[in-house]
């Protein structure tokens, strides 16, 4: 399996990330994206320092890395944060700009903000030919991140043919539909598991197969049978099995056809 989408950067790892990450290589886990949003743009470069801290190491999954700047800490960019991430894409371990996007539910920094600074890192992800990982949350009862989300994509993104992955997808599947359609690898986390998602899990039923990731978003959104607890890479597996649940597919081969997309879309290769 691959984590497509973690922080291990996280300081709730600090004092036991050799041990994490041995749990998931046990479970299954062969390969994991550390997203590099740190806890704001003085920080993003972490995941790919972890990234190198364990290139070598045994019994624990390969990490890759990427670099971006949070919707959430859109109003502390500043030029020197865009020169930072532009000098990470270039960097061989990060495969991509994430997690970007729109956050209309907190709102941490202005609509305006977020909308400018995530144009920009569009424009640096391209200049590197580099794909976006997309963070996308609208306010209650709307689809208005969505909508505007969607609208940047086809007009500043489509058109570099480079794609990307929403992350965490929580939306409607005609915003599904849309995004795949721009080039978008659509990955499921561990609320796909959670009793009041029937949305999310019926997305996950029409979904093409290999247009699909799974991810843990950890520490983040832990699933059932852990909900509530700090997630882990490890736990990656459930989300594999909800999905073979919905599909009625064995949890072994959506393992494999995610892990092929991932594979196929960064075109890395698969450790043993």
């Given amino acids: 399996m691959i984590d497509s989408h973690a922080h291990l950067d996280s300081p709730r790892y600090d004092e036991d990330r050799d041990a994490l990450l041995e749990r998931a290589f046990a479970a299954g886990v062969r390969q994991i994206l550390s997203i590099g949003i740190g806890e704001g743009p003085d920080s993003m470069h972490r995941a790919l320092e972890i990234s190198r801290e364990y290139a070598d190491r045994p019994s624990v999954p390969k990490i890759w890395a990427s670099a971006g700047v949070h919707p959430h800490e859109a109003r502390l960019a500043d030029e020197a944060a865009y020169e930072k991430l532009d000098s990470l894409l270039q960097q061989p371990e990060v495969l991509a700009c994430g997690e970007i ?3 209309y539910f907190y709102d941490h920094s202005p609509r305006d903000t977020q909308k400018a600074v995530f144009s920009r890192q569009m424009e640096i992800a391209a200049g590197r030919k580099k794909p976006i990982i997309i963070h996308c949350r609208p306010s209650d009862n709307s689809s208005d991140a969505w909508d505007d ?5 086809r007009t500043e993104w489509s058109q570099t ?21 721009l080039g978008f690898l659509i990955s499921f986390a561990g609320n796909v598991t959670f009793p009041k998602a029937q949305p999310i899990r019926d997305v996950a039923a029409a979904v ?4 699909m990731l799974i991810e843990t978003d950890a520490p ?28 009625n597919l064995d949890p072994e081969a959506v393992a494999a056809r995610t ?3 991932f594979r196929a879309f960064f075109r890395t290769e698969i450790p043993a």
């Fill in 101 to 103: 996007g729109l956050d």
């Fill in 149 to 153: 989300t969607l609208a940047m994509l």
């Fill in 161 to 181: 043919g480079l794609g990307g992955i929403l992350h965490c997808f929580t939306g409607e599947g005609r915003h599904a539909e849309e995004a795949m359609n």
């Fill in 208 to 211: 093409p197969l290999d247009s």
């Fill in 220 to 247: 983040f959104l832990a699933p059932i049978p852990n909900r509530g607890k700090r997630n882990e890479p490890a736990w990656v597996k459930e989300v594999a099995a909800k999905i073979a649940e919905i599909r």
């Fill in 259 to 261: 892990t092929e997309n």
